[in-house]
């Protein structure tokens, strides 16, 4: 693989150096969960798909925590290499693995010992119970496996191997499939053998990874010298905005599980599940983009390179948007077809689902460039700013959207309260950037120019 010089090359080659591998491992990120909800729909049922829908905002729980520690953690290590101090860069990857050990252990405990009751939280009825707690009960036997997987990639990524990155998350995606279509389809395991099918899966990404240390193919090392916690706060604070961005996805469909419960019943949380299911591989998809220019950014930043920072940027944003544009097209016109990957003859959920996915789609735009100022400001050392934004889009909008949008339409007003959400968070975004440029940079630089 071709090397890239971060100080010097052009921006645009660098960023599409960086797009493919970021991109493609997010894609292949949502397809654990959507895979697993096609093949489910359509080889269990629908009532299988909902409880699937159960599941997800535990599954988003525990990504967000794994990414919160590879991000922020390989964020902080591609700054201080780009200043030059290696040994402190190896430094905070070694306490991210340490940190990645020790909450994946206790998260795995928490789960096993309170598992019911975990499974209650979710609102499932007493059809949808026992499938849901089948499903997370196999998955909680390979997180710890699954966080490191995550975490690891994320320092495989910016200590200069984008493709293995991408191959690891590649293949661990082929084998879910395989095994998905086994699990269910020649043995009629159901919801037991999509949760196995994933989990072995995480298997083959975290051996792919591991590769990179294996072959020392890169400037950091795995090491069992004593590790010390003087970055752990810092890694917390950097990443803390990736955590938000993604436990958004749990939390809100957690608390449209219970609103669309006592709305519907389990029609309007399956309609549900293949919207977001349609939807979390378009916001990963974005994720991606920013995460293509963070490894760009963070190094320009601390090489003191600001409109290097700034052109990284603005392509990010053009490019999100972009796609935002594209998604919302497609869930417009290929509605049909998309429901149709999960379900087949069941006309009231076709015709619920068709409804819903274009108004819940016209939240991606504004999504588009408020992912990327929340990554900026991860990239540039600004967490808090990052918390504040990914905070406010994540929960505040979301819950005032959820009393505001029904009450103002009644029909489908549940169905844009994420629309909602992001377009106030969008004028949000704008003005936490703007003010971060003027307090950063001479006032002519403070305009993004387009």
């Known amino acids: 693989m071709a090397s890239i010089n971060l100080r010097n090359d ?38 299988a798909l909902a409880a699937l829908s159960l599941t997800v905002p535990f599954f988003a729980l525990f990504l967000a925590l794994a990414l919160m ?16 101090n290696r040994a402190e860069g190896q430094n905070i990857f070694n306490q991210s693995i340490l940190m990645t050990l020790v909450i994946s252990g206790l998260l795995v405990t928490v789960g096993f010992t309170w598992l019911n009751e ?48 991408m191959y690891s998350l590649v293949a661990s995606a082929l084998t879910n499939v395989v095994l998905d279509f086994l699990f269910i389809f020649v043995f009629p395991w159901g919801v037991k053998g999509a949760a196995l099918a ?47 961005i993604e436990s958004t996805v749990g939390v809100s469909t957690l608390i449209f599980n219970w609103v669309l419960i006592r709305h519907g019943g389990d029609l309007y949380v399956t309609a549900y599940s293949i919207v977001i299911n349609v939807a979390v591989l378009v916001l990963f998809i974005l994720m991606g983009i920013g995460q293509a220019c963070q490894p760009i950014i963070s190094f ?13 940027l603005l392509l990010g944003i053009k490019s999100a948007i972009g796609f935002g544009v594209v998604a919302l097209m497609m869930a417009s016109l290929a509605t049909e077809w998309l429901i149709g990957l999960f379900v087949v003859d069941y006309p009231a959920l076709s015709e619920l689902a068709s409804l819903a996915m274009p108004l819940y789609f016209l939240a991606f735009p504004a999504m588009a460039v408020n992912l990327m100022i929340a990554s900026f400001f991860q990239a540039v050392e600004k967490p808090t700013l990052a918390t504040i934004l990914s905070l406010g889009r994540g929960f505040g909008f979301v819950l005032t959207g959820l009393v ?7 029909e ?5 309260v994420v629309p909602f959400a992001e377009m106030v968070t969008l004028l949000f975004s704008l003005y936490l950037y703007y003010r971060y440029q003027a307090r950063t940079v001479p006032a002519a630089s403070v305009v993004l120019n387009t």
């Open 10 to 47: 052009p921006i645009p080659s660098s960023f599409l150096h960086y797009l493919l591998p970021a991109v493609s491992g997010m894609v292949v990120k949502s397809l654990y969960v959507m895979v697993d909800s096609i093949m489910v729909g359509r080889g269990v049922g629908a009532d």
């Open 69 to 84: 520690i590879g991000v922020g953690g390989a964020a902080l290590m591609s700054t201080q290499f780009g200043r030059g």
């Open 118 to 165: 975990l499974v209650l939280m979710t609102g499932a009825s007493d059809a949808l119970f026992t499938m849901t707690r089948d499903y997370l009960e196999i998955m909680l036997m390979f997180f710890m496996v699954y966080a490191m997987g995550w975490v690891l990639s994320c320092f495989v990524r910016n200590d200069g191997n984008p493709r293995l990155a």
């Open 198 to 244: 994933t989990g072995l899966s995480q298997l083959v990404l975290f051996a792919g990874v591991m590769t990179h240390f294996i072959r020392g193919k890169g400037e950091l090392r795995i090491r069992l010298n004593p590790v010390g916690l003087s970055w752990v706060g810092k890694i917390f604070s950097t990443g803390l905005p990736t955590f938000f």
């Open 300 to 312: 320009n930043h601390g090489a003191n390179e600001v409109g290097r920072v700034r052109e990284t």
């Open 404 to 410: 505001v949008m029904p009450w103002l339409m009644p």
């Open 412 to 416: 489908y007003g549940i169905w844009l």
